[in-house]
């Protein structure tokens, strides 16, 4: 039988996992979320690789910053963002091989 703190770090843990899919539950979010898996991108890269226009980009990047997901680091005038935990980008590498087309020779 699980011991009462056993149970609470497991609820912690569930709590962070569902942040983190709440996160990528969004096609924009997930798309930008795809490309910081690769590397660290200011925002017009973000836009020119994804295809969403700054309107949109910026809420999302905003429900990224919300979710603790994404980290910030400002150089001059550009904002960069960056995958915060390592595990996520694990788990987007795993939805990315499962689910995205491969590339034929």
């Given amino acids: 039988?699980?011991?009462?703190?056993?149970?609470?770090?497991?609820?912690?843990?569930?709590?962070?996992?569902?942040?983190v899919l709440k996160a990528m539950a969004n096609t924009d979010r997930l798309l930008i979320l795809c490309h910081l898996a690769l590397e660290e991108l200011n925002v017009s890269e973000i836009e020119q690789k994804t295809g969403i226009l700054?309107?949109?980009?910026?809420?999302?990047?905003?429900?990224?910053?919300?979710?603790d997901v994404v980290n910030t680091r400002r150089d001059g005038k550009q904002i960069?963002?960056?995958?915060?935990?390592?595990?996520?980008?694990?788990?987007?590498?795993l939805m990315y091989e499962l689910y995205c087309p491969k590339t034929s020779n």
């Fill in 1 to 19: 039988m699980n011991k009462p703190s056993e149970i609470l770090e497991m609820r912690a843990a569930a709590d962070q996992v569902v942040g």
């Fill in 54 to 67: 700054q309107p949109t980009l910026s809420q999302q990047l905003m429900m990224l910053r919300k979710s």
């Fill in 80 to 93: 960069f963002y960056s995958i915060k935990d390592p595990h996520l980008t694990s788990v987007l590498s």
